[in-house]
């Protein structure tokens, strides 16, 4: 079984999207086990085995997984927890945060040795967490763990029922970044109010679902519970109350403080008219506002006991889909050469919504014309990198020519004593206006979400930056009349630290394969600082010298001296710097005679012995 999207046409991605799914018989045998599951919550999960697939299942109920009182909204850092990897975790500015209780529950889970065990077991076949309520949001954060943990290109899919919205934009990003948001589909009737509670301050629900998870129960399984219709009824139009107030300050981006939850995978919204398939976030979250307004003769506590009953009526709500999705497409078939307006309004109707409903149908527009520019803007800088090629392979000959001399390219540069000197610094120049142009659109999101992880991309930007970069160190070097470290944050141009945290966040993902060991030295040095780090060696050992700062300028070059016996060792530093006229070497040649005046320092030092032994001659 395939559980890959396909890339249906745009004119109705939406409803072409929900038509497969819904008819493929997924969706009816998830919520079935789900349903079944729950008349016995004793276990933390459960697998089922249909046919292929492997369904993975968590419970809908336990009060202590909805409260989460000791925040706003509920929210949580995920920093402090070793369960996911550090790309996922964002950074000290923008951390990632997931709901409280469903971390809970998902780490308790994890302590069940039983459950990792048999997940080892599945890493080969094709396995759907599924979930239905906080299980949905559990079940989300299982499959990023699996994802993370097994195999990253495991055959997974994440599959929710009426699933609360459970991480923040950070955690959204990370997982764009991974190319993991077409692994989750949510499921949400059209009035079912928990995927919209989370939007709401945690105090403000908190009394209503005292009252009201427990009828959930009662409906979901065999327990008896007596929940009283006052009490109830007050508890949905509360609940809705508020819920509502929130969604309208995002949906009409109102100022003010919002929830920090985002919709975060492929959203199926479900009515009676059919269903449609968003991915778009922002255009989701005005879907959750708008879908659940009051319609014209229908009262507000009707539609509050609405928003509560279709939440456990996920299997009665499946029941009509297939026919009316089928009808759906055969409609959409007849006018598919239509605008991109028609196929928006094609998606509205079929989740109940209208396209007269002037606010989502202008979002829904937006992402997709969102998209397009995005999609155009690849396309863009596809031409651009190929027109590129000439300058980067300019650099690559101007490296080549100084090895053949016998000089090192950094050090010809930085001299600046030939024409062709002229030409290599407007390659130089060009390259990096590309680059930074690149990272700008990236850090404005005009390029798609996964962008910074696309090998070609990654793989172009460490060319650039280990080739360019020490060019730009040279020229720092070279130019630079206050003696400011390249290394400081505001001298190191902000393409480069970008493209290295690209390069790293994408090491990070393959933390778990196994990594072949290099034979011989790198084409390139790794470390595109290199450079600096000697400029940094070389000042220290001119203040040595001169006999100033005697301490500090012997510690910075140790340092440098054990750095560069590391990369030795990993075989990531290029052969040109043993080059005999490199400034590495005669840097070494000077720092040497200074320490060769400490008996101790042969013995002591990590370099001493490779260069001694003209170990790196050897290895050419």
Same mark, same amino acid.
């Not at 199926?268 to 398939?277: E, L």
């Given at each position: 079984m395939d559980l890959d999207w396909p890339n249906p046409p745009k004119f109705s991605v939406g409803q072409e999207l929900a038509t497969l799914i819904a008819t493929c018989g997924i969706l009816p045998k998830a919520w079935e086990a789900i349903f079944s599951f729950s008349k016995n919550e004793d276990d933390s999960f459960l697998l089922e085995k249909d046919e292929d697939v492997v369904y993975v299942i968590f419970p809908s109920f336990r009060n202590e997984d909805f409260i989460a009182s000791d925040s706003k909204y509920g929210e949580c850092n995920i920093n402090n927890q070793k369960i996911f990897s550090a790309g996922l975790k964002g950074d000290v500015d923008k951390p990632a945060l997931v709901h409280k209780g469903a971390l809970n529950r998902f780490l308790h889970i994890l302590e069940n040795p039983d459950f990792k065990a048999k997940m080892q077991e599945l890493k080969e076949q094709n396995i759907i967490f599924v979930g239905h309520s906080i299980g949905?949001? *559990?079940?989300?954060? !299982?499959?990023? &763990?699996?994802?993370?943990?097994?195999?990253?290109?495991?055959?997974?899919?994440?599959?929710?029922?009426?699933?609360?919205?459970?991480?923040?934009?950070?955690?959204?990003?990370? /997982?764009?970044?991974?190319? &993991?948001?077409?692994?989750?589909? #949510?499921?949400? %009737?059209?009035?079912?109010? *928990?995927?919209?509670?989370?939007?709401?301050?945690?105090?403000?629900?908190?009394?209503?679902?005292?009252?009201?998870?427990?009828? &959930?129960?009662?409906?979901?399984?065999?327990?008896?519970?007596? +929940?009283?219709?006052?009490?109830?009824?007050?508890?949905?139009?509360?609940?809705?109350?508020?819920?509502?107030?929130?969604?309208?300050?995002?949906?009409?981006?109102?100022?003010?403080?919002?929830?920090?939850?985002?919709?975060?995978?492929?959203?199926?919204?479900?009515?009676? #008219?059919?269903?449609?398939?968003?991915?778009?976030?922002?255009?989701?979250? $005005?879907?959750?506002?708008?879908?659940?307004?009051?319609?014209?003769?229908?009262?507000?506590?009707?539609?509050?006991?609405?928003?509560?009953?279709? #939440?456990?009526?996920?299997?009665?709500?499946?029941?009509? /889909?297939?026919?009316?999705?089928?009808?759906?497409?055969?409609?959409?078939?007849?006018?598919?050469?239509?605008?991109?307006?028609?196929?928006?309004?094609?998606?509205?109707?079929?989740?109940?919504?209208?396209?007269?409903?002037?606010? *989502?149908?202008?979002?829904?527009? $937006? !992402?997709?014309?969102?998209?397009?520019?995005?999609?155009?803007?690849?396309?863009?800088?596809? +031409?651009?990198?190929?027109?590129?090629?000439s300058f980067l392979a300019q650099?690559? &000959? #101007?490296?080549?020519?100084?090895?053949?001399?016998?000089? %090192?390219?950094?050090?010809?540069?930085?001299?600046? *004593?030939?024409?062709?000197?002229?030409? +290599?610094n407007l390659a130089r120049t060009k390259l990096g206006g590309f680059w930074d142009e690149i990272v700008d659109m990236e850090e404005k999101h005009v390029l798609p979400s996964d962008f910074r992880t696309r090998n070609k991309w990654i793989n172009a930007g460490t060319t650039y930056r280990r080739l360019v970069e020490p060019l730009d160190i040279a020229f720092h070097y070279r130019t630079d009349k206050e003696n400011k470290s390249y290394l400081s944050d505001e001298v190191r141009p902000h393409r480069h630290i970008v493209l290295e945290k690209w390069m790293k966040e994408k090491e990070q993902t393959r933390s778990g394969r196994e990594r072949r060991g290099r034979t011989n030295f790198a084409s390139l040095t790794q470390d595109s600082c290199f450079w600096a780090h000697l400029e940094e060696a070389r000042k220290a050992l001119m203040s040595l010298q001169q006999g100033k700062d005697i301490n500090a300028s012997l510690e910075v070059c140790v340092e440098f001296e054990t750095y560069v016996k590391s990369i030795i060792t990993d075989k990531s530093i290029s052969i040109e710097v043993f080059l005999d006229q490199s400034s590495f070497m005669i840097w070494w040649q000077q720092y040497s005679q200074i320490q060769l005046q400490s008996p101790q320092w042969r013995s002591n030092s990590p370099l001493y012995d490779f260069m001694a032994n003209e170990g790196c001659k050897k290895k050419v």
């Open positions: 949905g949001a *559990v079940a989300a954060l !299982a499959t990023i &763990w699996f994802l993370e943990k097994r195999l990253r290109n495991s055959n997974s899919f994440c599959i929710t029922f009426g699933a609360p919205l459970f991480g923040n934009a950070t955690l959204q990003e990370a /997982i764009g970044r991974e190319d &993991w948001l077409g692994r989750f589909c #949510h499921v949400v %009737c059209k009035y079912d109010i *928990v995927p919209r509670m989370y939007l709401a301050p945690y105090e403000s629900i908190a009394n209503s679902l005292d009252a009201i998870v427990p009828h &959930w129960r009662s409906k979901m399984s065999t327990e008896c519970i007596d +929940v009283s219709h006052l009490s109830m009824s007050e508890a949905c139009i509360n609940i809705l109350n508020n819920v509502v107030k929130c969604t309208s300050t995002i949906a009409n981006n109102y100022p003010g403080v919002r929830s920090p939850y985002v919709p975060i995978g492929t959203y199926m919204f479900c009515s009676t #008219h059919g269903a449609a398939c968003f991915e778009d976030s922002e255009a989701v979250l $005005k879907l959750l506002h708008f879908s659940v307004q009051g319609q014209e003769g229908i009262p507000f506590d009707q539609i509050a006991g609405t928003c509560i009953s279709e #939440h456990t009526d996920y299997g009665h709500m499946l029941e009509g /889909i297939d026919e009316a999705l089928l009808n759906a497409r055969q409609f959409a078939n007849l006018v598919s050469n239509s605008s991109f307006e028609i196929g928006i309004a094609l998606e509205l109707e079929a989740i109940g919504v209208g396209a007269q409903d002037n606010h *989502v149908f202008l979002a829904l527009k $937006k !992402a997709g014309e969102a998209k397009n520019e995005k999609d155009m803007n690849i396309e863009k800088l596809n +031409v651009q990198l190929s027109t590129n090629q650099l690559e &000959w #101007h490296k080549m020519n100084c090895k053949d001399k016998n000089s %090192c390219s950094y050090d010809s540069f930085k001299q600046q *004593v030939e024409k062709k000197d002229f030409y +290599v």
